[in-house]
């Protein structure tokens, strides 16, 4: 079993729904990541938080807002997707930002 | 800019046989280099990584790599495949100007009972 939970695991939105993605470590890691993944391709870096501050924006559009509100918590809230938003998207997390990466079993999002 | 290539899109082996999933690179500097497994419907599940050191690396499951720099590659192998290794593999580099992990395209194992 992971030990980044990341919820729900599945989710169905329309393009004018607003919804969060949840993600939760209690590894005491002071990096966490976004990653997007569409079918057998590799992961997609969107964001990365290093000690609650975001670091990293891969010029990921405004409608994905990431939020780490404290050390143990990351968020990214959605906003007026489209269809090819559909994806899993995976939350990882890391020691700092150059040690092995822990994923999330991810959310996989429809957007209808 | 670095980057990991991995030459294969799928790789068939019988169960009891060796296997190798093959990772080449290409970085400026010091490599580190890791191997992930994904399971269906999983996240990625961290298998081994070189940094330094010995250039044979030893991870979780059985599996091993071996790093090497005159071929600039950092094959992922094992000794007896299980059909449980069904899954997808991932080599991946960190880049040293921004320590972000890059991925290769990956690599579907199958392996036959």
């Known amino acids: 079993d992971t030990e980044v939970t990341q919820t729900p695991k599945h989710l169905v939105m329309g393009m004018t729904n607003k919804k969060s993605l949840k993600c939760e470590q209690h590894?005491?890691?002071?990096?966490m990541y976004w990653y997007k993944q569409k079918a057998k391709k590799p992961p997609e870096l969107m964001f990365v938080y290093s000690y609650e501050k975001l670091s990293i924006n891969e010029s990921v559009p405004s409608r994905f807002s990431p939020e780490c509100p404290n050390s143990s918590l990351l968020n990214l809230h959605l906003h007026a997707l489209q269809p090819e938003d559909s994806a899993l998207y995976l939350c990882?997390?890391?020691?700092?930002?150059?040690?092995?990466?822990?994923f999330g079993n991810g959310t996989r999002l429809t957007v209808t | 800019a670095q980057s990991v290539a991995q030459p294969e899109d799928q790789v068939n082996v019988a169960e009891g046989n060796p296997l190798t999933v093959k990772c080449t690179y290409s970085v400026s500097g010091n490599p580190y280099l890791f191997w992930y497994v994904q399971y269906p419907n999983r996240g990625l599940q961290f298998l081994l990584k070189y940094i330094t050191g010995d250039n044979l690396v030893k991870g979780s499951y059985g599996f091993e790599a071996e790093f090497n720099k005159s071929q600039t590659s950092f094959h992922l192998k094992k000794p007896s495949a299980l059909v449980s290794d069904s899954a997808l593999y991932f080599c991946?580099?960190?880049?040293?100007?921004?320590?972000?992990?890059?991925f290769g395209t990956g690599t579907r194992l199958q392996v036959f009972p």
């Open positions: 990882a997390s890391s020691l700092g930002t150059v040690q092995d990466l822990h």
């Open positions: 991946a580099v960190r880049d040293g100007n921004t320590d972000k992990l890059i």
């Open positions: 590894m005491g890691h002071r990096a």
